[in-house]
């Protein structure tokens, strides 16, 4: 419905805003918004649309008249082809501006929540290098450029080692240096591909389901150790041993390698058997002297730096005096758990990954923590009226939901026992906002702090305090 295939041409349009899936903004001569993808707010352009929708046409700058003053020139050579870091041509201080007033913006018109001052958005020292978790993905049909398709030149290698480019599953970008994790993740991703090209080890065909080689994943954890996780189609013991031996020699400082063997048609390893093929099974993260152990499936949050400054706000709002009983809801591997529990009487973590909750448990042991308890299951089952009755009405609760935000039973949970406190821990402002708007009756915002985790990207953080209503 509403939709044409009819491209269409507007000139000199003004960009206006920066919003939603890192997408700029403008409005066409009809009244239409429209959403580019190349173009930062402050720049005068031509525009030809991609896409009409009823409300709406997406579109590309074709030709650009004034360049914004909120420019910067990008420092990858992938950009604008990759779809890792969207905001890489607007300034540091620019993105922060825009993602800070999508937080407010959201609260405020989707949640039409009161708000209290804002406090300034909380940047990230590190604006390039900061993850500490990568997958690249192994391809035989490298994509082509337009202008290696205009050259009709001969490719006999196509090999490709990168990311998927946006919107096609099937088609890999060649990466030669991300810049977003740390060294040495550029040099094993490269030294990885050009070995086994060279060894005529076959990359993936997402088509053909055939090939080898499937994923690289790479860890490099604050406390420097490193691990590399490699994906394979097949049980080939002689090739694969001959790339794992190699990369054992040429990367001695790799403290854990690994591998699984993946027959299925998807490529994600959380239903997979992960064998430790050299050094450990796990590595360490560290944060204020607590130590958690990642394994290849674990989750943790992949910038390290700012998760720390996250859970020093969430612990601020929490304003624990050591005499409180915490709940900890989607507690992943119990790291914000055991972040407060030194300021808590107890914490009570809630996770859907078994996981997960074993790595909770087990780091809150070899951390020497005592005051913690962990339960796995999904959030609108588990966090009941019995579980309440079993574990005690908890003083303040923490919640870090994934992007959908809470299930409205878990919100309903949460006003049935009203705790004087909580704190909504947010990737996503708009279904903070729906979840917010649900309990404004009963609970007041008093406090709003963004975090940046990931700049040159449109993704944003946010921590809110509520407190119960008088
Ligand atoms: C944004 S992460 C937060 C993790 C953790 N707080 C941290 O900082 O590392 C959200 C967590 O919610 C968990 N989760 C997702 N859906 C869930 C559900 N229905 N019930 C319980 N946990 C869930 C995910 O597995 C994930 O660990």
Redesign the pocket.
């Given at each position: 419905m509403g939709r044409k295939s009819r491209r269409k041409i507007f000139e000199n349009i003004a960009v206006i805003d920066a919003g939603a899936k890192g997408k700029s903004v403008a409005k066409a001569p009809d009244g239409k918004v429209i959403f580019l993808s190349n173009a930062v707010p402050g720049d005068v352009i031509d525009v030809q649309t991609t896409k009409q929708r009823t409300a709406y046409y997406e579109g590309e700058a074709i030709k650009f008249h004034t360049l914004s003053n909120k420019r910067t020139d990008s420092v990858c050579e992938h950009f604008g082809v990759c779809g890792g870091c969207k905001w890489q041509h607007m300034k540091y201080e620019e993105q922060l501006n825009y993602k800070e007033s999508e937080v407010v913006n959201n609260l405020t018109r989707l949640g039409k929540v009161e708000l209290p001052e804002v406090t300034t958005i909380a940047g990230s020292e590190k604006q390039y290098f900061y993850r500490n978790k990568m997958e690249f993905s192994f391809s035989d049909s490298r994509w082509l450029t337009r202008e290696e398709i205009e050259s009709n030149a001969e490719f006999d290698n196509r090999n490709a080692l990168g990311f998927h480019i946006p919107g096609a599953w099937d088609k890999i970008l060649d990466v030669n240096k991300c810049w977003l994790q740390q060294d040495p993740s550029n040099a094993i991703r490269n030294k990885t591909k050009e070995f086994a090209t060279k060894n005529d080890i076959p990359f993936f065909n997402a088509r053909n389901q055939n090939g080898l080689l499937r994923s690289l994943l790479i860890r490099t954890a604050s406390t420097g150790e490193i691990m590399v996780l490699i994906q394979f189609f097949k049980n080939d013991v002689e090739k694969r041993t001959l790339l794992l031996e190699y990369l054992k020699t040429e990367f001695p400082e790799i403290t854990s390698l690994q591998y699984v063997v993946n027959e299925k048609g998807n490529d994600t390893i959380y239903d997979q058997e992960v064998i430790c093929y050299h050094g450990r099974d796990h590595i360490f993260e560290e944060m204020e002297g607590l130590k958690f152990k990642i394994n290849a499936k674990s989750?943790?949050?992949t910038n390290s730096e700012q998760?720390y400054q996250?859970?020093k706000i969430t612990r601020d709002f929490a304003g624990l005096t050591g005499e409180e009983l915490v709940y900890?809801?989607?507690?992943?591997?119990?790291?914000?758990a055991q972040f407060v529990a030194k300021k808590a009487k107890k914490v009570v973590g809630?996770?859907?990954?078994p996981e997960?909750i074993e790595d909770a448990k087990a780091n809150a042991a070899n951390n020497n923590i005592t005051n913690t308890v962990f339960y796995a299951?999904?959030?609108?089952n588990?966090f009941n009226a019995q579980f309440i009755t079993e574990n005690g009405v908890p003083d303040v609760i923490?919640t870090?939901?994934?992007?959908?935000g809470m299930?409205k039973d878990?919100v309903q949970q949460i006003l049935n026992i009203a705790p004087k406190k909580v704190v909504y821990?947010s990737?996503n402002s708009a279904t903070q906002a729906r979840d917010l708007a649900l309990m404004d009756a009963t609970y007041k915002v008093t406090k709003v702090q963004p975090v940046d985790m990931f700049p040159q990207t449109h993704h944003v953080e946010n921590v809110v305090l509520l407190e119960k209503r008088k």
């Open positions: 989750f943790y949050q998760a996250l859970y900890d809801l989607y507690t992943g591997t119990g790291t914000i809630v996770e859907a990954v997960a299951g999904d959030m609108k588990v923490i870090d939901p994934p992007r959908d299930h878990v821990v990737c």
